[in-house]
């Protein structure tokens, strides 16, 4: 893998694709009129070739290459949860 590519964190909503997981991050963003910081949240999906991470775990996504329509990130390392 890349040293310099993109990397995000994110928990892991979905895995009932194969060797596809959906991985929701969520982030702070300022609102312009109120100044209130909001939780906003984007779905990534990531590809995992061993099948490996299951719902509601953490996990460090990086991005790679288009793998296929919608896939353009790799699920890299387990941040915590449960352990297969």
Not at 17 to 24: A, L
Not at 53 to 67: C, E, H, M, W, Y
């Amino acid at each position: 893998m890349d040293r310099n590519a993109q990397r995000m964190v994110g928990k892991v909503i979905s895995n009932a694709m194969d060797k596809t997981v959906v991985v929701s991050v969520e982030r702070l963003v300022k609102h312009k009129l109120y100044k209130k910081y909001m939780k906003k949240s984007k779905k990534y999906y990531a590809h995992d070739e061993k099948n490996a991470f299951n719902v509601g775990d953490t996990v460090q996504i990086v991005a790679s290459k288009p793998l296929s329509k919608t896939k353009r990130w790799r699920a890299s390392k387990l941040i915590s949860g449960s352990k297969k």
